[in-house]
């Protein structure tokens, strides 16, 4: 099993930044891909990057969200920048087993509990 702990989230203005991290533990040795997904209220579930050989993002935070890992210390990070109104949502971590970056939840076996990002206009 793998535990996946989300952390950094937070109330901030239109147009700040936060850091959001996901500290993996467990049988980390077993999972490749890594991704952050966000859910709105009243919204379905939805895909925002993804880490492996490659990354990659959503249309929405292109440009905006950086994703990294840091396979030392098992823990990955969500740079946001230029945060809007529209970004609020409960941002979960999660990783597969898969060998290559993905965009489907479907693709990822371990989920955290979701930290809190709120964004005010």
């Known amino acids: 099993q793998v535990q996946l702990v989300e952390s950094g989230g937070g109330l901030v203005q239109a147009g700040d930044s936060l850091r959001l991290s996901c500290a993996a533990s467990?049988?980390?040795?077993?999972?490749?891909?890594m991704g952050w997904f966000r859910q709105a209220p009243g919204k379905e579930r939805e895909f925002v990057a993804t880490?492996?050989?490659?990354?990659y993002y959503a249309d929405a935070v292109k440009g905006r969200f950086t994703i990294s890992r840091d396979n030392a210390k098992s823990t990955m990070y969500l740079d946001m920048n230029s945060l809007k109104p529209e970004d609020t949502a409960v941002y979960y971590c999660?990783?597969?087993?898969?060998?290559?970056?993905?965009?489907?939840?479907?693709?990822?076996?371990?989920w955290g509990q979701g930290t809190q990002v709120t964004v005010s206009s």
């Open positions: 467990g049988r980390t040795f077993s999972v490749y891909v």
């Open positions: 880490i492996r050989w490659n990354v």
């Open positions: 999660a990783a597969g087993r898969r060998d290559y970056y993905s965009t489907r939840s479907s693709d990822y076996d371990y």
